[in-house]
């Protein structure tokens, strides 16, 4: 059974998170408490979701009202994806 990419997490925040509320990407930076370049990187899937950017989304989650952002989510996230894309250029 062949195995997709799972999505970088950033796409998450991308294609869903951003539209669904309706905001930006320098009203999520404000937010969460990075910078626009940070939170830009990770949402064009040129960096990884970190454990401290993981903990600044959880916290940014729980000011929402949201269930689901937890840091082991996002991290989950990651740690798939990064093991899918190793896995494609180790074979």
């Known amino acids: 059974m ?19 509320l ?3 990407v320098n009203q999520v ?4 408490g990075v910078n ?4 830009s990187r990770v949402i ?9 950017m993981a903990l600044k989304l959880e916290a940014w989650y729980d000011q929402l009202g949201y269930k689901g952002g937890r840091a082991e989510h996002w991290l989950k996230m990651q740690l798939a994806h990064d093991l899918w894309q190793a896995r494609q250029h180790a074979a």
């Not at 930076?29 to 969460?32: D, F, I, R």
């Not at 626009?36 to 939170?39: A, G, I, Y």
């Open 2 to 20: 062949a195995m997709h990419n799972p999505p970088h997490p950033g796409s998450i925040l991308r294609e869903d998170v951003l539209p669904e």
């Open 22 to 24: 309706d905001i930006t």
């Open 29 to 32: 930076a404000e937010q969460v």
């Open 36 to 39: 626009r370049v940070t939170l």
């Open 44 to 52: 064009n899937e040129h960096s990884g979701v970190s454990v401290e």
